[in-house]
């Protein structure tokens, strides 16, 4: 078995629900409190998270060196309009865009809906990878949960 310390690897939840995401834009998850951030590569989400000056960051991941990075998500987003014609879930990174759309035509507002993504991604060195959501339409009353145990993003360096 071997240890490598300073492997990138990184696992942040959030810790506060971000109520009433905007409608009809990429809104980003404040992932503000770090598990574990073997490399120091990974930036809480400070302030609104919305970026801006060094008070005010959004959370990221920030590839250390080339290679296949591991991004793992779990969302629970609460109070989920019916009347909305789609939500996606999206891990942005600098190469690419991965998204999950969901239909939430359920009949009525869900209480709860839980969405997971698993990438193997390519990232160069500074290359960047954050979570967001969108909301196309409806009534703006989703909010992200707060649950360190529903909420979570985490990666790694894999080769």
Known sequence: AVTMPLQPAFLATVNATQTNIALG????IKFATEIFDNNADF?????????????NLTAQFTAPVTGKYQLNLMLRLQDIDAASAY???SIHTSNRLYRFIFDPDFGQDAGYWSSSLALLVDMDTSDTAFVS???HSGTAQTDVDN???YTTFSGYLVA
């Open 25 to 28: 834009t990429d809104v980003r």
């Open 43 to 55: 930036t809480v989400s400070t302030g609104d998270g919305q970026g801006g000056d060094g008070s």
């Open 87 to 89: 939500y996606i879930v």
């Open 133 to 135: 959501v969108v909301q």
């Open 147 to 149: 649950s360190a145990e």
